[in-house]
């Protein structure tokens, strides 16, 4: 998440790459494909996808998470 958040795409590929979950559940919008979606950040959100993230997430509200 927080990687996300500060836009280090650097840092979400050592961290996919070192088995983090691209896909957690969503808390209090924390959760990476919120946020970079949020921030629309592509290149990351790329990665995220590459690496298995769901893009059918989605949100506490009920609405899909590519939306934002």
Excluded: W
Excluded at 30 to 35: A, F, G, H
């Amino acid at each position: 998440y927080y990687a996300c958040r500060n836009h280090s795409c650097e840092c979400v590929k050592l961290l996919l790459e070192n088995g983090a979950n691209p896909s957690p559940p969503i808390t209090f919008f924390k959760n990476p494909l919120v946020v970079l979606c949020s921030m629309k950040c592509v290149s990351c959100i790329k990665l995220l996808f590459q690496y298995g993230a769901d893009p059918n997430l989605i949100s506490e509200f009920g609405c899909p998470v590519l939306r934002y």
